[in-house]
């Protein structure tokens, strides 16, 4: 075990995989003797070479051809799209061909083994083309695998299992907990399934549901219900594509009540899915609506970033209110 | 002074503009009309059974697209495209390959998939959708493809195959094969931001692939000259700072010179091509499509003459490696083939059920396993509304 | 009053639209001469000249910033998607682009006036390249506005306004329906507003809500319901961004049991967004869980198109199974 | 013959490539470092007004961007953009338009905007985002932009704004405006497909843009040799027929008579030109950047030596055009000015909250009322977590 922040342990699931399978072929803008503008691909040019990890021109369209290309080879293309802002040029390549790729060919072709990283979010005063939570547009494209880790040892797991997969994997970094969010990763090769939802809290009173930099926030929320005499089970969805539905049907079940927070817009957001699926298969137990704490639907702005973020507090008083209800 | 702007350190005192057309690149031509070779140029070097497997793989191609699109006309099948004029572009490209350099292609390059070696069963199948089509019947017809013969399936959106072939031959390159990629699209397709993407990128990280761009004239009803201002699309090289040759692609003798140099440049240097063959797309872009509406006769007549098939068979003939009526026993036979397989494939169950969720994902993830089973559910309580999949299931 | 069908009537409103406001102008792939692949654009190049109705070079991308430019300087360009399939090389340029244009600049410049027209949805062995219901990746883009009309009256008077609308606007029209869809159209110049959903026939027991092609689908189940003595309200939503929350409260707080169809696959749909706010305003009225009847979570078919779309039976059956719950 | 693919016909007999270097286009220089023209050039024809109005905006500009570069360090703002080394290819090409050219900037071309007009207090306002910025405090520092003055607000996507600039020029030309779009990208930007779809669209409809590449030899971290491999970017002009032309971009009579040429010529024939503007990114990318990991001091000190601005201010005050004393005072006192300006402008309040729903829509749809109405009875309840808006509401 090591200390570590989320890029660090990024940087470091990197490191493994390249390590492990000379497959394993990162690149992007500015990934190569940089190491991205963030740093997560930090000395891997060093270590294996301009080959295996390179800078490619400024063309997001191009990556993700380029990484489909690889990917359909064989290889085990690892992309950084450098804000998840700018994964749009790339969307044809990835909503038409990557996710499409397999099914098309009749299995004769797949890009297993393709995963774009990318850095999400807002809460660094970027604006709404520094800070977009882009997830749910991916989460509409049968084929795609859509990932959001929350801390650094979830980042690891999920990161190699992303690599490991032998679907195509879109992988949400947030970007405003790279260096804030830290903790004890294990040094070694590990990998946490996808798929796969976590209790973080056991609960009885509310199902409070969330993904990446939002669990903290809901880890706040949950603690002044708590001094309110409130039961919240926290579920981390890990996986928004494909999503874990059982474990969070089992615990609405249980609670009779479900919040779900996410940093996107309302409207349209994967909060949606989420609340159509879980009032159809709970429909008998639920005790109050199901409640979405999200982004305003609007650009993510600016000088207000603090009066439009699904916070802790507009959390808490949808935890209340849900109770309440 | 470094040069970090990677450009030109000349100077000029005078404004001066570099025309718009400042480079005009020639169009390799080899093969008359007439089936002789042109006064100083010389044929390549071709043994007869290569030549002859061109010959007959662009001759089965004008038969198959003669009867498909008959059968599109008689609703047996539900869409065609023909390749009429352009079968020595794909087929002489072909040609100049290894059998294990991927074929990334557009739709109209059956030739090339022939010649390959892909089989008149495996064209109806894929054709009829039918459950031993390679693509399990998924995709509209000829949307071809097949992994033992290294040819990528096709994939309708334009241009997406480009950066797709650069990261392709990359990975080519990274894991020590001698082989190229070779990707084909239209002058339209061209226009596409793919397009840039691809051919920058494989010329920064030295992919070896050769971009054929078959320039045919029109994209659908779009004239070139309402795609582009430049010369072409080969003059788009010196942007790249990639080598370009121009040939006729009626030419199969060119069109297989200039792939075979191509060839070698790219395995010798990793550095990528592009290619453009300069053609006529004879029929209508589709089946679907009727160009009376926006070309001439006359135009359309003029460009019937420039045969790719006639010229090169003259030239077999006079070689003495063809035989002039064996050769037309050969074909009448081959329709008979053709019609026997047809019958044949459009009798073949459609695939089952369980293929329409399967090769979403490598397996198939839980909620499609719940909507495969709710959707059995609903086909037995309605079997006759659903009669392809309820009598299997 | 003339008897058209959805193409005559796109086509007569680009021809008033033209007639009208010399800033309006068609392009496309095929738009000129041609008159499209469809034919929607026909004999408004002869009409109007090739200045202000033309083909494009074949860039879905270079067609939607090429209209973003256009309407950025105050004029309104009808761009044309040959089909919705290829919509997303196009979409940084319209989510990024066209639909924070006027946020961005503090209302210094906009692209109201832009209007993207482009055919969808499947019914025309198309596979999955020709059979594309984009809308819910539009849906979540706030700024757009994103309509579908169901027949050729609606369509003429949504695009009328469309075009005349302050906001760009997503016009997807059912390509299915192009020459199918028959019926009286008057032949001036008419608009019906966007945002306003349309109770095509009311019923009591149950409410079902669709648009585009799927209403005919919609039509033919709540015959079969009617048949078994269900009452069901019919709801075109016609405008899916913005949507018409308050009309489809209203029935469902009569009917107290809602049932969403559309061709786009269930996850991440639309109606997932529908079913999330339903349930949350409507939670004590409602006596069944809201159903959806969509696509499966795979690209559209060809061969077993039949078996994957969301038809008359499956809508029927959930119907009944909402009446009987 | 036709030629319907709209490409040169001659021929050749024997396979050759074009070289992917077979267009080299020299650089335009006319001002020598020490302030005289090179022998053989001539200056344009500038009257000393137009010629001090373009100084004293590239003297504001590296003022402007010292002290705001501090002010970022000091964290009085969270980002800042320089343009150092880059002021006389924004300035010297903004002075060749006339004042409703339409330009459309990438995030480096504060000159322009300064030319144009753009007041201290109104870089302040954006900087700062409070409520008089034009942007109403919606977008990170440097995303300018104003109607009045006929500057398009910048938008971080790159590259989004080169077929925008297409597309606003060609309704420009159908309005019957006598104006052009200068659109301004950087040779990073240019690898971007909206770079090709743009180009080609301006060339084919014929939409007078001046397309001007600021190359500068750096995208980021990534130096232009790892971002294209043909000639600078002005060889691609000959890929879509179009006029190009290179000039030394901390050249100011080179750029501005290069701009003005090409303005000349977009002006009379609608065509686009292509300009690409060698010079040196001196600063770091941005205040987020630290270029020391990517590239040495050394050759920073040797492209430091190629100051726009001195050689330019030789220049003038030759031509007896400034006096050097005064202007150095009046640089000190700009310095005061800004610092001032800076002062007022970080106090003023931030956008109201109904700004944070207006002009997402030209009217607010009925969803975002409920929005805002639900979040301002929240922020009532919790008016200590909103400080910026609880005060006012
Ligand atoms: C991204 C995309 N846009 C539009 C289409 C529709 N489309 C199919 S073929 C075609 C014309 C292609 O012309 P070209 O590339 O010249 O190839 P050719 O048909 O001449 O062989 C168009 C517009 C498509 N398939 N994909
Ligand atoms: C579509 C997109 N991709 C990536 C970025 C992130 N980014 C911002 S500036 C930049 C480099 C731009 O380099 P260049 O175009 O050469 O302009 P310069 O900074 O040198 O003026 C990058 C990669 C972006 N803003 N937009
Ligand atoms: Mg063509
Ligand atoms: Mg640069």
Partial sequence: ?325 | MTNPNNATISTVHTADFTSGHALQIPTLRILQDDGTIYPGATAPDLDQETALKMYHSMSFIRVLDERMLAAQRQGRISFYMQCLGEEAATVGSAAALDDKDMIMAQYREQGALRYRGFSLEQFMNQLFSNEKDLGKGRQMPVHYGSKDIYYMTISSPLGTQIPQAAGYAYAQKLRGLSNVTICYFGEGAASEGDFHAGLNMAAVHKAPVLFFCRNNGYAISTPANEQFKGDGIACRGVGYGMKAIRMDGADILAVYQATKMARDHAIATNEPVLLESIAYRLGAHSSSDDPSGYRSKEEEEQWRKNDPISRYRLWLIAKGWLDDAADKAQIEALRGEILDALKVAEKVAKPGIEHLISDVYAEPIPELERQLAELKQHIRKYPDAYPITSGRM
């Fill in chain 1, 1 to 325: 075990m090591a200390k570590m922040n989320m890029l660090q342990a990024i940087n470091n699931a990197l490191d493994l995989a390249m390590a492990k399978d000379s497959t394993v072929v990162c690149f992007g803008e500015d990934v190569g003797h940089f190491g991205g503008v963030f740093r997560a691909t930090s000395k891997l040019q060093e270590k294996y070479g301009k080959d295996r990890c390179f800078n490619t021109p400024l063309t997001e369209q191009g990556i993700a051809g380029f990484a489909n290309g690889m990917a359909a080879q064989g290889m085990k293309p690892v992309a950084e799209i450098q804000f998840a802002d700018y994964i749009f040029p790339a969307f044809d390549q990835i909503v038409n061909e990557t996710a499409k790729f397999r099914y098309r060919s009749g299995n004769e072709f797949n890009v297993g083994g393709l995963v774009f990283r990318t850095p999400y979010g807002g809460g660094i005063a970027g604006g709404h083309y520094h800070s977009q939570s882009p997830e749910a547009y991916f989460a509409h494209t049968p084929g795609l695998k859509v990932i959001v880790p929350r801390d650094p040892y979830q980042a690891k797991g999920l990161l190699l299992a992303s690599i490991a997969s032998e679907d195509p994997v879109i992988f949400f970094e947030p970007k405003k907990l790279y260096r804030a969010s830290t903790g004890e990763v294990p040094e070694e090769y590990y990998e946490i399934p996808l798929g796969v939802a976590e209790v973080m809290q056991e609960g009885k009173d509310v199902t409070v549901l969330a993904w990446g930099a939002q669990i903290e926030i809901c880890q706040k929320a949950i603690e002044m219900a708590a001094a309110k005499g409130i039961s919240c089970e926290l579920i981390d969805l890990r996986s928004i594509l494909p999503w874990d539905v059982d474990t969070v049907v089992k615990s609405v079940l249980k609670t009779g009540r479900l919040v779900i927070n996410h940093e996107a817009p309302l409207t349209g957001g994967f909060a949606g899915e989420i609340a159509a699926t879980i009032q159809q298969r709970c429909f008998l137990h639920l005790e109050s609506p199901i409640a979405r704490v999200c982004g305003l639907d609007t650009p993510y702005p600016l000088a207000l970033e603090r009066e439009y973020v699904a916070d802790h507090l507009k959390t808490f008083e949808a935890i209340v209110a849900s109770v309440q209800f």
